[in-house]
């Protein structure tokens, strides 16, 4: 059995009259990465920040590779790397000396190796104003994970990144994921959140909406399922929202669009009338709901599933 | 200790790469020193003999008042405090590394200053220079504090500007750098013993220069070491990493408390 990394029971906090975080609980399993999602406000920094050690939790207990990150600073420094949102390096530092800095304090060896596998060779002296966003979230990174932290916190890692920085930072991330690190990742992102995070938790008025897999979560929601089905004689061409479990067809192309509350009625239908009326199936495609659509969904209904 | 030497080679090289340090640390200081140099020492020769210290004291304020407030107000507007409290540098460290490597800008600016004040301006040189480094020393100290203080407790880089000239103007027309502190009376003279500046000028006269003083030299050192500690000691009480943090409330206003071990100079 895996033992949890990361505890958050009951955990609540409130600044002034405002209840940022309202009693909730989750567990990450060692190796695992969690995904935090939720719209601005919703508790995610805050929830954040009280694993990090920065503020005090009102109520409940949490826990961070069994140190308690309330009390126990000096150990929870050693266990956790957090890459941060906002900069957080001075304008005049190269990314060789934020490195030496930062692992000095570690007490570690500097991984310098990391700054060239993460692409900032060329960077190294470079200051820290003029590196490109991209550059300055892979340094954020490197310096995050070269003490090996155990567990690993990451406030939209990849804002303001191209596509290929961002395909560069997830396998960075497996890569981390592969050796044993935990990984608590808050974004706003669902492509994001869909493609790394073993599980995820959506949250809403600082309250957990909705838990499980990205499969799990998209599959509970009321979303329709799309079926796009292309053939050789357009055979359908026309109205076809009378098939079983139907709600709305569209053509698209030489497509027909149906979205589906009942996928197996559906596909079985739409094969049998292929069969009936003697055509050849070209193409046949199925999509779930998102996990954006599943996340619009729970926020737009105020939480409710 | 490494962590240390690390910290503080990145604040020296801090001051030399960030332009706004640069110009606090070197440009100001010494374009007012050599303006000074010229055109003061001829409309009033009476300067000449206070030109060195005066220089001096007015250096370390620039680099003190000016250059440390912002960028720590800065620091903790971008995230850097926080990234420091997560990686483990001590809140000590990040308040005392700015003074240490705003010392050794100042030993190089009086350095220049010493080479330079007798042949260019024919300015007299201290004639005791330990006594001259202790002054240096101590103002540094007191002044750096508050620099601290200021940037700990203003919310934001216009408070600092505010308060960094409520300190800085007063200084510069009272704290005996123009005109010596024995020609203020009554309420002006009262109002310049408040001040780091007066003290610094008061010691540096009287224990490297050899000139008489206004008051006890040694106090004024006294006063000005009180002051960086009492400094100091709040700015490690309302330390914050960001503004957000509730935990520990302060008031700009209290800055005003750095400058009470100066009352001393009234009795």
């Known amino acids: 059995m895996k033992s949890a990394m990361i505890e958050v029971n009951e ?5 002034g009259s405002f209840r940022a975080v309202d009693g909730i609980s989750f567990a990450v399993q060692k190796g ?10 919703a508790g995610k920094t805050t929830t954040l920040e009280c694993l990090e050690g920065l503020r005090m939790a ?5 826990r961070v590779a069994g140190v308690d990150p309330g009390r126990d600073t000096n150990r929870l420094r050693s266990v956790i ?10 304008e005049t530092i190269t990314p060789l000396e934020a490195m030496r800095f930062f692992c000095t304090y570690h007490k570690v060896a500097p991984r310098y190796d990391l700054l060239e596998r993460l692409g900032l060779g060329q960077k190294e002296k470079a200051r820290f104003a003029e590196l490109s966003t991209g550059q300055q979230r892979r340094l954020a990174l490197a310096l995050a994970v070269a003490h090996e932290p155990e567990v690993l916190f990451l406030d939209e890692p990849t804002a303001g990144l191209d596509v290929a920085s961002r395909a560069e930072l997830h396998a960075i991330l497996n890569e981390q994921q592969a050796r044993g690190t935990t990984i608590l990742l808050a974004t706003h ?12 938790a959506i949250l809403l008025h600082g309250r957990i909406a909705a838990t499980g897999t990205p499969m799990e979560i998209t599959a509970t929601g009321a979303s329709l399922t799309k079926v796009s089905v292309r053939t050789q004689q357009n055979l359908f061409n026309g109205h076809a929202d009378h098939m079983p479990g139907v709600q709305q067809f569209d053509r698209i192309d030489d497509y ?44 737009t209904n105020g939480g409710q599933q | 200790m490494n962590a240390l030497i690390h910290h503080f080679t990145l604040a020296f090289r801090s001051g030399l790469r960030d332009k706004q340090l640069f110009i606090v640390n070197y440009i100001f200081p010494l374009a007012f020193y050599f303006f000074m140099g010229l055109v003061m020492t001829d409309i009033n020769p009476a300067f000449t003999p206070t030109l060195v210290p005066a220089m001096v004291v007015l250096a370390i304020m620039f680099a003190t008042l000016m250059g440390i407030p912002d960028p720590l107000v800065k620091a903790r507007e971008d995230g850097i405090l926080r990234s420091y409290r997560i990686n483990g540098v001590p809140v000590s460290s990040t308040l005392v590394i700015p003074l240490l490597s705003t010392l050794v800008h100042m030993l190089v600016i009086a350095a220049i200053i010493l080479v330079t004040a007798g042949p260019v301006f024919d300015a007299p040189l201290p004639s005791e220079p330990v006594a001259f480094l202790g002054t240096l020393l101590a103002m540094t100290f007191a002044c750096a504090g508050l620099g601290t203080l200021i940037g700990v407790l ?3 880089t216009t408070y600092t500007i505010l308060l960094s000239q409520a300190v800085f103007l007063p200084s510069m027309l009272l704290g005996g750098l123009m005109v010596p502190l024995s020609m203020f009376s009554g309420i002006i003279e009262r109002v310049a013993w408040m001040l780091p500046a007066s003290h610094a000028m008061n010691a540096f006269n009287s224990l490297s220069m050899g000139f008489e003083s206004g008051l006890n030299p040694y106090a004024s050192l006294a006063m000005l070491a009180a002051s960086g500690l009492v400094s100091y000691t709040l700015a490690h009480l309302f330390y914050n990493w960001d503004r ?10 209290l800055t005003i408390l750095a400058l009470l071990p100066f009352l001393g100079s009234l009795i």
């Open chain 1, 11 to 15: 955990f609540s906090k409130t600044y």
């Open chain 1, 32 to 41: 695992e990465i969690f995904g935090l999602l939720g719209p601005n406000g």
């Open chain 1, 58 to 62: 009102d109520g409940g207990t949490l």
């Open chain 1, 81 to 90: 790397g957090v890459q941060l949102q906002s900069s957080g390096l001075p």
């Open chain 1, 189 to 200: 992102d669902m492509a994001e959140a869909e493609e790394l995070a073993d599980r995820i």
């Open chain 1, 256 to 299: 027909g669009i149906f979205f589906s509350t009942d996928i197996e009625a559906t596909i079985g239908a739409i094969l049998s009338a292929i069969q009936t009326e003697d055509d050849t199936l070209i193409d046949l495609r199925v999509e779930r709901p998102s996990l954006e659509d599943r996340f619009l969904e729970i926020t």
């Open chain 2, 154 to 156: 203003s919310p934001s």
């Open chain 2, 244 to 253: 957000r943090n509730t935990r520990r409330r302060s008031h700009p206003a």
